[in-house]
T-cell receptor, first 115, second 117 residues
């Protein structure tokens, strides 16, 4: 069975500092990996996704993520955080077009941005 | 083009009451999903519908029923609400960009916050 672990429940970062959110997954086949962001009271918005090719993936809002198969990780990074990045972030893994494209989500990491 | 819409946005029920959460998408997608979101647990799949006329159980289907009314609409019903069903419910619909890519981007609705007393 597939699973996703986000080890950090909360992260506090100063505005302008760098941010890295950790994601570890367990999946038997080639994983399709996603990062979503959820602002307070909102639905989820896709930041970026990986399914093949270059292991460094660029997303929206200045985010990037790196797929490391040997470490079963897909960490999300941003070089300089803005106050508007305060939100909850979810990593997810899915089988792609097979099995109804069901996604398994991590528990989420809530990011607080200090001025 | 509204994407994925959900109604209602908020609902308070008493234990044992029933209600139906509505979801509609105007993107002409085949698949639709219902998730529930609970603190520290991320989103868990309740039911999904791969195409009109089909539905399948997800990870946490107990206490829920679904209906795929047509291609646009996918409703979630709680027949006898329980406090354990207090949660935020999200409907989602993936866009499968093509067989060559073999993956999808799931578009989420704004959510329904349900409290069962």
């Amino acid at each position: 069975a597939q699973s996703v672990t986000q080890p950090d429940i909360h992260i506090t970062v100063s505005e302008g500092a760098s941010l890295e959110l950790r994601c570890n997954y367990s999946y038997g086949a080639t994983p399709y990996l996603f990062w979503y962001v959820q602002s307070p009271g909102q639905g989820l918005q896709l930041l970026l996704k990986y399914f093949s090719g270059d292991t460094l993936v660029q997303g929206i809002k200045g985010f990037e993520a790196e797929f490391k198969r040997s470490q079963s990780s897909f960490n999300l990074r941003k070089p300089s955080v803005h106050w508007s990045d305060a939100a909850e972030y979810f990593c997810a893994v899915g089988p792609g077009k097979a099995a109804g494209n069901k996604l398994t989500f991590g528990g989420g990491t809530r990011v607080l941005v200090k001025p | 083009n509204a994407g994925v819409t959900q109604t209602p946005k908020f609902q308070v029920l008493k234990t044992g009451q029933s209600m139906t959460l509505q979801c509609a998408q105007d993107m002409n997608h085949n698949s639709m999903y219902w998730y529930r979101q609970d603190p520290g647990m991320g989103l868990r799949l309740i039911y999904y519908s791969a195409s009109e006329g089909t539905t399948d159980k997800g990870e946490v289907p107990n206490g829920y029923n679904v209906s795929r009314l047509n291609k646009r609409e996918f409703s979630l019903r709680l027949e006898s609400a329980a406090p354990s069903q207090t949660s935020v419910y999200f409907c989602a619909s993936p866009n499968i960009p093509g067989l060559a890519e073999g993956t999808d981007t799931q578009y989420f609705g704004p959510g329904t916050r349900l409290t069962v007393l």
